[in-house]
C-alpha cells in the first residue's frame, strides 16, 4: 500500500542499514539462505557494528554452482551477442535506478566515503555498457585462399565456465569487470566476491537476474577464501579463472590452475612509483597527488605510492603535501563530509602501523600522522613519510593504506633506476611539462598502466592490467572481452 511504501522510505531515509540486504548465496537462479551452514559476520569497517551474517557454500552448493554453470553456459553461449547485450544494459539500468541501495551497502561493508561508492557505480554501469556493446564486436577473420573455392578462417568462441575471485576494495567496480567481461563474451560464471563486501555483489547479481539473465549463467558463492578457489579450480569444468588480489595468492592460485589447464587474468598488486620533475605545476600536481593517494584510504592497487621530487622542489613538495593531508577530513563513509574513511579490518590497519613504525625505526621522517585513530573502526591517520631509506619495509612492500612516501631524485637516470626497481609492475606516474622527456617515460617506465600528468588510467575503453609481478592480462578494453574467448581455425577445401 502507499502508506507501507512511504514507512519503507522513511525508514531508508534514516536508517542507512535497512539498505543493507539479507546476505544469501545465489546459485543456479536460487537464493539461497543460510540454514544450516557455517557462516561469519559481516563487519561495518567504521564501527565494527555486525552488518550480516554471510552464509558460507557447502560443497554441495559449489556442485550445484558448477552444474549450473556448466548447462548455464550451454544456454548462454548459443544466445545471439545482441540478447547477451540487451540483458547487460538492462542490468547497468537497474543499477542506476537502485544506486541508493548499492551505493549505501557499498559503504556500509567497505567503509568508502558515499561520494567514492557513487562515482563507482557509475564507473561500474559503464563498464557493463562497455562490454555490452564490445559483446557484439568479437569478430573473427577470413584468411586469403591456397587453393581455389577453398575457405580459411578465425571464429572467436567463449572460453567455457569462468570462477571469478574478487578483492572488497571496489565492491562494485572489480565485480562489474569480472561478471561484465564473462558475460559479454557468452561465457558462464561462479563468483566469490570477497566475504568483507559480499552484499554490493549480490545487489549486483540481483540486477543482472532482473534483467532476464538465465538461471544458472551467474551463481554468486561465498565462504573461506582458499577453500572455494581451491574446490572451484579443480573442477574440470571451469576453463577459465579472473583473480584480483595480492601476488602471493595470485601465485598460488596460477599453481592450482596449472593442473587443469585453464586460462588465467591475474590482476595483482602494485608499488607504483610517481615521478614529479622539475618543471612540474608543483600546486595542481599537489592537489591531484593528495586526493589519488588518499582515495579509498590508499587500498587502490594503482594508488600512488612511491613518490620520487626532482630535489629542487622536494621540500616544497613535501610541505605542500603534508599542510594538505592535515586538511582531510576522515570519518564515517556515510557521512557526506567524510573524505577518508577507515581500512577495512583491523589486520590491514595493524599491517599499515607496522610498516610505518619499521620505516621511523630505519630513518624515515614522519611529516605527519603515522598512528591508529583510538575509538570503534579501523581508523588509521592519514600519513607522510619523506626520506625513508630503501630498506625501509615500505618502500619493497606494497603498503594498500593510506600512506605517501617522498623522496628526491637529481637525474633522470637515477629516477627511471629506481622508479623499475621493484618487481611490481602495474601503474606509474610522471609529471614533467617536457615532450621529450614524456617519450622516454612512456619508452622506459616497467608498468602495464602510465598516466602522465595524470592520475587517470582507468576508464572502460582502456586495458587495465599489470606487468612483471603484478600480473598478466588485461580487464575492460577490448583486451578484456579477448581474454575471455578462445580463438578457432577452420579450414575447407
Ligand atoms: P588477502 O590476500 O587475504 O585478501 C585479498 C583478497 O583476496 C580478498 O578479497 C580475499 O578474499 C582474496 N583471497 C585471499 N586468498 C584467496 C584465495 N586463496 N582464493 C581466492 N581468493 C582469495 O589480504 P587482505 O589483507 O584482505 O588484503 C591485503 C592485500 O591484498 C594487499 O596488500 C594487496 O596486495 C592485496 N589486494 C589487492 C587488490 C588489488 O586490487 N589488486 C585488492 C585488494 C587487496
Known sequence: ?????????????????????????????????????????VLNPATGEVLGEL??????????????????????????????SAVLRKAAAL??????QITTAASLESGKPIMQSRMELKMSTEVLEWYAEEGRRAYGR????????????????PVGPV???????????????????????????VFKPAEETP????????????????????SVVYGVPHVISTYLLSSPIIRKMSFTGSVPVGKALMKLAADNMIRTTMELGGHAPVLVFEDADLESTLDMAVAAKFRNAGQVCVSPTRFYVHESLHARFVEGFTARVNKIVVGNGLDENTQMGPLIHSRRRDAISDLVDDAVKNGATLNTGGEAIEGPGNFYKPTVLSDIPLSARIMNEEPFGPVALINSFNDFDAAMKEANRLPFGLAAFAFTENTRRVNQLG??????????????????????????????????GIEGLEACLVTKFITEV
Open 1 to 41: 500500500s502507499q502508506e507501507q511504501t512511504v514507512a519503507q522510505a522513511e525508514q531508508l531515509n534514516t536508517n542507512p542499514l535497512a539498505h543493507y540486504p539479507e546476505l544469501q548465496l545465489f546459485i543456479a537462479g536460487e537464493w539461497v539462505s543460510k540454514g544450516d551452514r557455517k557462516s561469519e559476520d
Open 55 to 84: 552464509p558460507h557454500a557447502t560443497e554441495a552448493d559449489l556442485d550445484r554452482a558448477l552444474a549450473a554453470a556448466e548447462e548455464g553456459f550451454k544456454v548462454w553461449r548459443d544466445k545471439l551477442p545482441e540478447e547477451r
Open 95 to 100: 543499477m542506476r535506478e537502485r544506486e541508493e
Open 142 to 157: 577470413v584468411l586469403t585462399q591456397r587453393q581455389p573455392g577453398s575457405r580459411m578462417y578465425v571464429v572467436k568462441e
Open 163 to 189: 570462477a571469478a575471485f574478487a578483492p572488497w576494495n571496489f565492491p562494485q567496480g572489480n565485480p562489474a569487470r569480472k561478471m561484465g567481461a564473462s558475460l559479454a563474451a557468452g561465457c558462464s560464471c
Open 199 to 218: 552484499a554490493t555483489g549480490l545487489l549486483m547479481a540481483k540486477c543482472l537476474q532482473d534483467a532476464g539473465l538465465p538461471d544458472g549463467v551467474l
Open 443 to 476: 619508452e622506459q617506465l616497467e608498468a602495464g598502466m602510465i598516466g602522465i600528468n595524470s592520475f587517470g588510467i582507468s576508464v572502460p575503453e582502456s586495458p587495465f592490467g599489470g606487468i612483471k609481478e603484478s600480473g598478466h592480462g588485461s580487464e575492460e
